[in-house]
């Protein structure tokens, strides 16, 4: 038997609060051999990051290994000095994080922070450094890698950013790479070349990686083995295409029945106690009576920010009552800003927005919050931990369009609406006392809906409202949604780059690529027979939460 | 604000956590609050009548029935700092007031609209700063005249440049947060995003200011007075009983500086020490 290169064992980890001492992993085993993908996928607060922190470890004071070894090449690193680690660290032992951008040090060129990494570990040879560095560059396919050797990381995008710390965490060609969350926030097309480019800098080293994900697709796509973690255990462990197509534990199981697949429907993705509530799927009465104006129609709608191109540029299209419309797009295709004119945050500079037959783009966005409109146009943000007021507790964000656009004062009044919203958001009452950085991601999630659905909206804009959350609250979110339009008849208007996603709540589609629309229809039809080539290429980039890698072998 | 259904005993508890977890700031808040209360009962606590003179008296060092000696007139001094103290946080306090509450406006519009008003305040603010401040509040005492009332518009306008720009930079990291945008959606104007969502969200980094500055502000209070501009003589001011004793200190008379002198030391040093616990309070995010 060959030897592991990374082995865990009973690996026990503590954080001292205000509040006493909390257990963060509860024993953990998890062995690795040299050259192998580990995927440990699991929800937030599982304690991936924490084993991944152990490891290199790089917990925080408040956090201490309690129990358990971690052996390393043979040696236990578990009680190893600050030089030993700091050696191992980057050399043999190296790591690439999530938000890319803010890992790197914003007042250093490219080149210099990867020289540094070089230099760190005595691997630097003054006279080619610069060699070095371009050579780096190069192994992680940056495009015009002289020019960006003196770029600063907020000259770049985060896929590239993303390749930059890939670069400087292959740089002193370590052995084991953790990559924590490597492409979350990167649009599908960049998270499918970052995962195509480590697979591959993998295979030419021979590097063993672990890959810690919350995406079943990404795991099962690139992992040879996998470990479910929940709630500081790992649950489950084995060979991937085994683990997925068998899973033995019923948190595993929830996992994997709450990842779309290609042909997943939003009632697939039901937990089973949510689906027995949820009426049977009758499409709402939708047929138009001739003569009713669409919900929202946008008319050649233009905005530019000075700069040379538009941010967008003629854009057209309608939701009709009740009906939901996906708004699809790589960031910077103008679909955020598309929402914000929609719900007359900013003004357009041209066009028409016409909201139930009635011209909104007239009153300036200054102004709008006087206007009657104001109340049946809401939105819902894409990131739920900057959503919501740091200062104001759950009741009081969900209270807020109610005073302000209702001018309800406190009192029973407002605790019922208050309430009634919170039960449709499926928040728990007990947390509308909470202040936002007392909530998860998924409640937050919900208090940011709660808080667009109190004022009883006619059509909610929903900016990426899942981008950030886990699987199972996705799917929750994404049928709590489903059900206000069904039950309500809330026209939706959901922005999103994740095309299945959009595929599964919305009917109809429109693809925007900088800032123009190039593809429009019904999303079922767009799905199966895309027409423009951007269309195909988002299709393609989804990772699908696909065990069999059918995909793969048809590639390989 | 306070339409919070947070209940009391929460921020009761939470405050009583501050305190314990941070001993410097629990003495700093009783040291506070023990002032405060001096100035409030001033004409209870004070022995004498400040303002009295009693030559017979005079430059007595500190004993049981002066227990801070007396003055050059008779006046005792114990009784005079407790009144002092009433001026002072006075002073002080509205001095504060007066440039927190239009700094953090001035300067809360400037960082959330951006453009040239910004700029054209951003210039302003750099200007008034050029100027060597204490000098500037000189200049505008004796220019306004020498009232209660220009010590503390003096005050506040040096302070101003501080408040403007910090509550500038604050508002201006936080002024594209998704829950800025929110409360537009929710129907708040720009104004009111400023003044009911940005700024109360400010306030704890503020506090530290402000508590700071409190302590400048006597000082500064003081030391206007002690070039005689502002307060003027028999009344009791820190400040000024320190310019009187100055005469004495080189006859070995001691206490008419350094009684005066240590009040209002450890009055700063209690503003002083009590910022990082005020944002402490302040901040519900450390509420966990």
């Known amino acids: 038997m060959t030897q592991d290169l990374l082995r865990v064992e009973n690996l026990q980890v503590t954080f001292s609060t205000r509040h006493g001492t909390v257990t963060a992993l509860h024993g953990i085993d998890i062995a690795l051999k040299a050259g192998e993908t580990l995927g440990i996928v ?8 924490v084993t991944s922190l152990a490891v290199m470890r790089l917990l925080d004071r408040a956090g201490r290994i309690t129990g358990g070894r971690v052996t390393f090449e043979g040696r236990d690193i578990t009680h190893a000095g600050h030089a030993d680690l700091r050696r191992l660290r980057g050399s043999a032992l190296s790591m690439i994080f999530q938000n890319p951008r803010a890992a790197l040090n914003p007042i250093r060129t490219v080149e210099q922070q990867i020289v540094d990494v070089l230099a760190a570990h005595g691997k630097l040879s003054r006279a080619n450094a ?8 190069r192994a992680v396919l940056i495009r015009d890698p ?88 790992v649950v489950e462990q084995g060979e991937t295409v085994a683990l997925f197509e068998a899973p033995a534990h019923p ?104 909201f139930d037959g009635e011209s909104i783009a007239r009153t300036p966005a200054r102004e709008f919050h006087l206007s009657p409109r104001r109340r049946d146009i809401q939105i819902v943000f894409q990131d739920p931990n900057d959503s919501l007021n740091p200062r104001y507790t759950a009741f009081d964000s969900i209270a807020h369009p109610l005073r302000r656009l209702e001018g309800l004062r406190d009192g029973p009044a407002l605790q019922t609406r208050v309430r009634e919203a919170a039960r449709r958001a499926g928040l728990p009452m007990d947390l509308l006392e909470r202040f936002p950085h007392q909530l998860s991601g998924g409640q937050k999630a919900r208090v940011g809906i709660a808080r667009a659905v109190a004022p009883r909206p006619r059509l909610l804009i929903l900016d990426e409202p899942t981008a950030a959350l886990d699987v199972s609250v996705q799917a929750v979110i994404l049928q709590l949604l489903d059900r206000l339009r069904r039950e309500d008849g809330i026209g939706l208007l959901f922005v999103s780059h994740d095309l299945n996603v959009v595929r599964m709540l919305c009917d109809d589609l429109v693809v925007l690529q900088a800032g123009k629309v190039v593809e429009t229809g019904p999303s079922q039809s767009i799905f199966q027979r895309p027409q423009a080539a951007y269309t195909r290429m988002l299709l393609d980039a989804v990772p699908y939460f696909d065990p069999q890698r059918t995909e793969l072998l048809k590639t390989a | 604000m306070s339409d919070l259904v947070l209940n009391g005993s929460s921020t009761g508890r939470h405050i009583v956590y501050v305190l314990r977890s941070n001993p410097v700031t629990a003495l700093a808040a009783t040291g506070t609050l023990l002032l405060v209360l001096i100035a409030i009962l001033a004409p209870v606590l004070a022995p004498y009548d400040p303002v009295a003179s009693n030559v017979p008296q005079a430059l007595q060092p500190p ?54 008003l910004d700029r054209w305040v951003g210039r302003f603010v750099d200007v008034l700063m050029a100027f060597p401040l204490f000098v500037l509040a000189m200049a505008m005492v ?49 104004l009111s995003v400023v003044l009911r969502v940005l700024l109360p969200n400010v306030l704890p980094a503020m506090a530290v200011q402000i508590s700071l500055n409190l302590g400048w502000a006597i000082l500064n209070a003081a030391g206007l007075s002690f070039i005689g501009l502002g307060v003027t003589a028999p009344t009791p001011e820190w400040g000024i009983m320190v310019a009187e004793g100055a005469r004495f200190i080189t006859t070995g008379k001691w206490w008419l500086v350094a009684m005066p002198g240590l009040a209002l030391m450890l009055t700063v040093l209690c503003f002083n020490l009590l910022g990082d616990g005020l944002r402490d309070i302040l901040d519900p995010r450390m509420r966990t």
């Not at chain 2, 009784?79 to 001035?106: E, K, N, P, Y």
């Not at chain 2, 501080?162 to 998704?178: H, Q």
């Open chain 1, 146 to 233: 002289e020019a960006r050797l003196s770029a600063y990381p907020h000259e770049l995008s985060g896929g590239m950013c993303q390749r930059v710390m890939i670069a400087m965490a292959i740089a002193c060609e370590p052995v084991l790479l953790i990559a924590d969350e490597p492409t979350t926030g990167l649009d599908v097309t960049t998270q499918q070349t970052v995962m195509e480019l480590l697979a591959r800098i993998q295979a030419e080293r021979g590097m063993a990686m672990i890959l810690i994900t919350h995406d079943l697709g990404l795991a099962a796509r690139w992992c040879d083995r996998i470990a479910v973690m929940e709630a500081g255990r």
């Open chain 1, 251 to 354: 948190y595993t199981k929830r996992l994997v029945a709450a990842s779309p697949t290609r042909a997943s429907t939003l009632a697939d993705l039901a937990p089973p106690d949510l689906a027995r509530d949820a009426p049977p799927v009758v499409a709402a009465p939708r047929e138009r009576k001739p003569g009713t104006p669409p919900l929202l129609e946008l008319v050649h709608v233009v905005k530019s920010f000075g700069g040379p191109t538009r941010a967008v540029d003629d854009v057209s299209f309608q939701i009709p009552r009740g009906g939901s419309l996906g708004l699809v797009g790589e960031s910077g295709s103008g679909k955020s800003t598309l929402s914000r004119l929609i719900c007359r945050l900013i003004d357009p500079d041209d066009g028409d927005i016409v």
């Open chain 2, 142 to 190: 004796a220019a306004l005249g020498n009232r209660v009332e220009n010590i503390v518009i003096a005050t506040a306008v040096i302070n101003l440049p501080f408040y403007i720009r910090f509550a500038r930079a604050e508002v201006n990291v936080r002024r594209n947060a998704g829950w800025v945008e929110a409360a537009r959606a929710c129907g708040d104007s720009h």
């Open chain 1, 130 to 137: 610069r060699t070095q560095a371009l050579d780096l560059l």
């Open chain 1, 42 to 49: 699991g929800e937030s607060g599982s304690g991936k990051s």
């Open chain 2, 63 to 116: 004993s049981w029935s002066h227990l801070a000696g007396t003055d050059q007139l008779g006046r005792d001094i114990l009784s005079r700092i407790i009144w002092a103290a009433r001026l002072d946080l006075v002073i002080a306090v509205s001095a504060v007031s007066l440039s927190f509450v239009t700094g953090a406006v001035i300067g809360g519009f400037c960082g959330y609209r951006g453009g040239r």
